[in-house]
């Protein structure tokens, strides 16, 4: 059974920034991608970066372009969100996620089957 348990959310100031983890486990050997999104409140769960498990390709929003960095590390089976420049827009739970498989886009949720709990990150102007 594949676990994903996220963690490093909380609040910040406009400007700064926060390193988000996610632990996994259980994972199979044939993981295609893992990615992370985030909701907002009162707004739809939306993509925020992704990378290739073993290849290490990345895809970014465009709202995380520049600003953002995933990257992974195989062998610890973690996954990680570098967040700088951080704006209050960026204000959301974030979760990650694993990809079903390499079928539909990497940008839709509904082409992962397996989600964390989500953590919590506040920008304050």
């Known amino acids: 059974q594949v676990q994903l348990v996220e963690s490093g959310g909380g609040l910040v100031q406009t400007g700064g920034s926060l390193k988000l983890s996610c632990a996994a486990s259980g994972l199979p050997d044939d993981v295609y991608t893992m990615g992370w999104f985030r909701q907002g409140p009162g707004k739809e769960r939306e993509f925020v970066s992704a990378i290739m498990w073993i290849a290490g390709g990345t895809y970014y929003a465009e709202s995380a372009k520049g600003r953002f960095i995933i990257s992974r590390d195989n062998a610890k089976n973690t996954l990680w969100l570098q967040m700088n420049s951080l704006k209050p827009e960026d204000t959301a739970v974030y979760y990650c996620?694993?990809?079903?498989?390499?079928?539909?886009?990497?940008?839709?949720?509904?082409?992962?089957?397996?989600w964390g709990q989500g953590t919590q990150v506040t920008v304050s102007s």
């Open positions: 996620a694993k990809r079903r498989d390499s079928s539909g886009t990497y940008y839709s949720p509904r082409t992962y089957d397996y």
